[in-house]
């Protein structure tokens, strides 16, 4: 069945690397995507979105990057800093699927 | 409100008993969304709101599930006898633009629901 997903459970990186989070998604038709951020206790918060007429998009520190060929989204975040320490996790939401999420643990 | 808002923040109760969840989505948003998130799990859509009407409400587990929205802002979902595996973090989104693919959503806190 159709599916959204994220390679790795955890990630942890050192402060001011950058970090790639990625997702893979299964069904072609998927059009709009977006990224949120969880801290522990509260609700998802906006990161980005993209559809699928662009293959890149930047905000502040965080570019997404969508592969419709290979089915392949990733968030990358420049410069990470101790406050993005949180769960990434990515949904397709023509179908309102999320992913699991991706722990992102930044070290000082 | 600045944000969406939700009560309470949470609930224990006991197997078999009713609960009500309360969602404040921002004013002015036209859609709101209720969705489960288990412990480990990715965000599972339960209802999507556009406006007082639920044009889907494919996801509700079952029919101990329902919700309901008036006068286009205050929702509420209703779990009767409720089980143990109802335990989990329900989250409610609103947003500005109607649709389901259409426009950000904003999430309140959630409301952690524990059944004993």
Not at chain 1, 97 to 105: E, S, Y
Not at chain 2, 6 to 21: A, C, M, R
Request: charged share 20%; hydrophobic share 35%; with cysteine.
């Amino acid at each position: 069945g159709e599916s959204v997903g994220l390679h790795l459970p955890t990630l942890s990186v050192q402060e001011g690397d950058n970090s790639i989070i990625n997702c893979a998604y299964s069904n072609s038709a998927s059009d709009y995507f977006i990224w949120y951020k969880q801290e522990s206790g509260k609700g998802p918060q906006f990161i980005i979105d993209i559809r699928s007429n662009m293959d890149k998009r930047q905000g502040q520190r965080v570019t997404v990057l969508l592969n419709k060929t290979v089915k392949h989204l990733s968030l990358q975040i420049a410069a990470t800093q101790p406050g993005d320490s949180a769960v990434y996790f990515c949904a397709e939401m023509n179908d309102m699927r999320f992913g699991a999420g991706t722990r992102l643990t930044v070290k000082p | 409100g600045a944000g969406v808002s939700q009560s309470p923040s949470n609930k224990v109760t006991e197997k078999g008993k009713d609960v009500e969840l309360r969602c404040d989505p921002i004013s002015g948003h036209t859609a709101l969304y209720w969705y489960r998130q288990s412990l480990g799990q990715g965000l599972e859509f339960l209802i999507y709101f556009q406006g007082n009407s639920a044009p889907d409400k494919s996801g509700l587990p079952s029919d101990r599930f329902s919700a309901e929205r008036t006068g286009g802002s205050v929702s509420t979902l209703t779990i009767q006898r409720t089980q143990q595996e109802d335990s989990a973090v329900y989250l409610c989104a609103s947003s500005a633009l109607g649709g389901l693919a259409v426009g950000k959503q904003f999430f309140g806190p959630g409301t952690r629901l524990t059944v004993l």
